[in-house]
DNA sequence: GCGACAG
DNA sequence: ATCTTGTCGC
């Protein structure tokens, strides 16, 4: 339902570029926490529906405590989304209603996980990457599928939980592929900032249950998007 | 013109 | 992402 001419859209891909360019200095692949005092994870995620001709989003964060997995907090927000899903931009349509939702937060999450991808980006600055410069927090991206960058595929992991193959770009790796479930696809993890590979690799390893295959802040958030979608829809 | 395409 | 029921396999 979203419709943007050509020019405009042309004009707003140029400032999405340059405030990717832009954030890409700033990203930094290692840890600026201990992993043994992480308490709150967050998990974000955002759901879509088309109601008189326009394309509404609620998105949805919920606090996980790392160590028992109780939910500590959940907030939503909602709403117009005028940016369209674009391959490579999808930050530019989330982040309004994200950084809307993250104003409720009462509690701080020490980290936070996002459906899609970080550093696994063509300019390294998916959507896990750059949200963490506006949250100001460590963060990871976990993403469903993999977006292909540069034509290079994903090699599949083993068959056995915890199984992962790394994703190798021109010498470098942009993030990972990893089981996290038994006969089940895997899913592709990145950095999103001020985080390493293995430590991201870690903590979602550790907030996954056999629900499903996604750790359980995302998973979460993902239902609760749902949810609150229903609602909306009825009451809007 | 055709295929690809995080969510 | 979203539209959607049953069904095959571990």
Redesign the pocket.
């Known amino acids: 339902m979203i419709s943007i001419d050509k020019d405009t859209l042309d004009s707003l891909l140029e400032k999405f570029r340059n405030e990717q360019q832009t954030l890409l200095p700033e990203v930094k692949l290692k840890n600026i926490f201990l992993t043994e005092k992480l308490r709150l994870v967050a998990g974000v995620?955002?759901?879509?529906?088309d109601a008189k001709d326009k394309t509404y989003g609620a998105c949805c964060i919920v606090v996980i405590d790392f160590i028992t997995h109780e939910v500590v907090e959940k907030v939503n927000s909602f709403g117009v989304v005028t940016i369209p899903?674009i391959?490579?931009?999808?930050?530019f349509r989330e982040l309004p209603l994200i950084m809307d939702a993250v104003k409720k937060l009462t509690k701080q999450p020490d980290i936070y996980m996002f459906?899609?991808?970080g550093y696994l980006?063509h300019r390294h600055i998916?959507?896990?990457t750059h949200a963490s410069f506006y949250v100001d927090k460590p963060t990871i991206?976990v993403?469903?599928?993999?977006?292909?960058i540069k034509d290079v595929d994903f090699t599949m992991p083993d068959n056995h939980v915890g199984a992962y193959t790394d994703i190798l770009i021109d010498n470098e790796i942009y993030g990972r592929t990893l089981r996290t479930t038994?006969?089940v696809k895997p899913i592709f993890i990145s950095c999103g900032n001020w985080i390493d590979l293995e430590t991201s690799t870690d903590i979602v390893m550790r907030l996954i249950n056999k629900e499903s295959r996604l750790p359980i802040p995302v998973r979460m958030a993902d239902l609760e998007?749902?949810v609150v979608?229903k609602k909306l829809q009825e009451t809007l």
């Open positions: 995620d955002t759901a879509y529906w899903y391959p490579g931009f999808l930050a459906d899609g991808n980006h998916g959507i896990a991206g993403a469903k599928s993999y977006l292909k038994k006969s998007t749902h979608r």
